[in-house]
């Protein structure tokens, strides 16, 4: 079955996968709204099905002109940047709602492709999950105003390459601490909850570069701090799996980057660590929607 093939067979099955995707989505989230105090205007689901569906279009569509993943960056990158930015300017964890309806609606049309298919297409949806998931712009807006020689730039730029590498050693240490965790979506060994495990840790290590490269913890307290205690609980990621986490992101972080940079970095690590301490988590849910309705 050739490109035009199988981006058709997506696209016909994409309404009725938008949909099943927005159920799972509510299903899973549709209680957060009240608890966290996010204003419920902000959630439109008919808005964000449309941008989702919109943006799986444009992917497929240029799966089917045989673009590859890595170009599929420079000609969507910006439209996938516009999204994120619509969503997480306001509240930024809206943007959770927006990313487990692109996961969903891409796990329905999955489960619509044979095995060789869904090898051809995965690197497409993690393109796309990337860029919605992750601060990627930002993280390039903020990395352009450093000067060329600057070792806050120079130590993202050692980081960023291995960083698939990184947290894919990571989940695998985790793994072998957690034998038999069991996430909402099932087992961390589970090809499904590995994948997204793996993402998660290349986000907290772009989170980490933005942080380094604006001097500042604020992407951390704003954005990727709300979010996890808006999603974790409800994924049954419980916060000790996080603290272990972040413990064996910085063992690898020692073990591939040079002194320099590991230098630089650990200040902003070791208080992302404590950000994500339970101590902080138990007392962090009402406390979040309070600060976010300040600011």
Known sequence: MGRSDVANKILRHLNRASALGWSLTEALLADEIPRHGIAPELVDPWEISA????????????????????????????????????????????IGFVSMQFHYTGQQLLERLSTPEQGLVSPYL?????????????????????????????????????????????????????????????????????????????????????CVLEDSIRSFQQQLFPLCVMLYPQLNVQWELVQDMLKVLRWEMYDRLDSKAVQI???????????????????????????????
């Open 51 to 94: 941008e989702v569906h919109r943006l799986y279009t444009q992917v497929f569509q240029a799966y089917a002109d045989g673009e590859t993943p890595q170009r599929l960056s420079v000609l969507l990158g910006a439209e996938f940047g516009r999204v994120r930015q619509k969503y997480t300017t306001t509240d930024p964890r809206v």
């Open 126 to 210: 993690k393109v796309m999950d990337d860029h919605l998931y992750m601060p990627l712009r930002d993280t390039y807006e903020a990395a352009a105003t450093h000067d060329l020689d600057s070792p806050s730039l120079i130590a993202v730029q050692h980081l960023l390459p291995v960083s698939t590498a990184i947290a894919k050693s990571v989940c695998d240490l985790v793994i072998r601490f957690y034998p038999d965790y069991k996430t909402y979506s099932g087992s961390l060994r589970s090809p499904q909850v590995k994948t997204s495990s793996i993402r998660d840790v290349e986000m907290f290590q772009v989170y980490l570069c933005l």
């Open 265 to 295: 970095f650990l200040p902003h690590l070791l208080a992302l660590t404590e950000m994500f301490s339970p101590e902080v988590f138990q007392n962090s849910l009402p406390d979040v929607g309070r600060g976010l309705e300040k600011g």
